[in-house]
């Protein structure tokens, strides 16, 4: 009977991380664009139009930057498991 180890190599693991992150992103992305409508109830606070867009604008660049490093990231090929060729 062979012992396999407990933990996840650390690459597969930080690859499975990523795609978790990978995940989330949309959700986190929901959050940061609703931000402006709790700074709209907030008392005493006046929403402008100006620094909201612009808020508006590096989240969406933001949530770019960050699905870009994710791709690339989940894109590399793994040294370990290398593609196998199918038979066709």
């Not at 008392?43 to 690339?72: D, E, H, K, N, Q």
């Amino acid at each position: 009977m062979s012992r396999r180890p407990v933990f996840l190599e650390r690459r597969s693991y930080r690859r499975r991380r990523v795609m978790d992150g990978a995940r989330l992103l949309p959700v986190l992305g929901a959050f940061l664009f609703l931000m402006p409508l709790v700074w709209v109830l907030s008392p005493g606070r006046v929403l402008r139009t100006a620094g909201s867009g612009i808020y508006i604008f590096a989240v969406w660049g933001g949530l770019i930057a960050v699905s870009l490093l994710f791709s690339r990231i989940l894109l590399r090929p793994d040294e370990h498991n290398p593609p196998q060729e199918r038979d066709e």
